[in-house]
């Protein structure tokens, strides 16, 4: 399975961005889908998750309330909705696939290119 992720770009705190990730191939029921962020200098952090067979998902504190994962199965595409942003937001954001659930990144063995989120303050 390659995934793509795309939607990154410069945004002013307080501002929305919705970032996609497209899945070719076949994903599983057993299949995590999940949203990762890196920013310079720091370790790749768990953002999102959320299990491609029923209506779970699993956010990291520091986005709880603001950020939303979604899917959309016909597309097979996972979506981060992602407001009230923040400078600390900034980061590369990575899709991934994995299973079965986890926060760290080192359970997943299937990432996308990464899209760069930037908040302004």
């Known amino acids: 399975v390659q995934l793509q992720a795309f939607g990154g770009g410069l945004v002013q705190a307080g501002g929305s961005l919705r970032l996609s990730c497209v899945a070719s191939g076949r994903l599983y029921s057993s299949s995590v889908l999940g949203w990762f962020r890196q920013a310079p200098g720091k370790e790749r952090e768990f953002v999102a998750a959320?299990?491609?067979?029923?209506?779970?998902?699993y956010y990291a504190d520091s986005v709880k309330g603001r950020f939303t994962i979604s899917k959309d199965r016909a597309k097979n595409t996972v979506y981060l909705q992602m407001n009230s942003l923040k400078p600390e937001d900034t980061a590369v954001y990575y899709c991934?696939?994995?299973?079965?659930?986890?926060?760290?990144?080192?359970?997943?063995?299937?990432w996308g290119q990464g899209t760069l989120v930037t908040v302004s303050s």
């Open positions: 959320t299990r491609w067979n029923d209506n779970r998902t």
């Open positions: 991934a696939k994995g299973s079965p659930y986890d926060t760290n990144f080192r359970a997943y063995n299937n």
